[in-house]
């Protein structure tokens, strides 16, 4: 065992000392079978029609209050989450129809 978390490992071997405290609590396997881990699948992605902030040049990006996000490129933004891009933001919105005064090339923040 470790002092601290160490993620999963796929080739995971318990040593004798730990298997003999599991059958102390649990008791002997009733018979010897392997344990086999159940395929692993990859996750597949959803492919996205909009591609554009990736191939955008950023200007700028900043993380505000409350845990939001933006990428501002040239007189356009996309707010951010956790995952990417937020819902609702899958093409760029204009910076001056949601920001009145704010100049239309943000080059930082």
């Given amino acids: 065992m470790a002092p601290f978390y ?7 071997r318990l040593i004798h000392d730990d298997k003999q405290g599991i059958q102390h609590l649990y008791g ?9 881990s159940p ?3 990859e996750p597949k992605e959803t492919p996205r029609k909009e591609k554009k902030l990736c191939q955008s040049k950023i200007d700028a990006f900043t993380h ?5 996000s933006f990428v501002f490129t040239g007189d356009e933004y996309w707010k951010l989450n956790d ?23 943000i080059d930082a923040a």
């Fill in 39 to 41: 395929p692993v699948e």
């Fill in 64 to 68: 505000v209050y409350g845990g939001r």
């Fill in 6 to 12: 160490k993620g999963w490992d796929t080739n995971l």
């Fill in 28 to 36: 002997k396997p009733k018979q010897d079978t392997p344990v086999n």
């Fill in 83 to 105: 995952d990417g891009v937020a819902p609702g933001f899958p093409n760029p919105m204009k910076i001056s129809l949601d920001w009145p005064g704010l100049p239309g090339n």
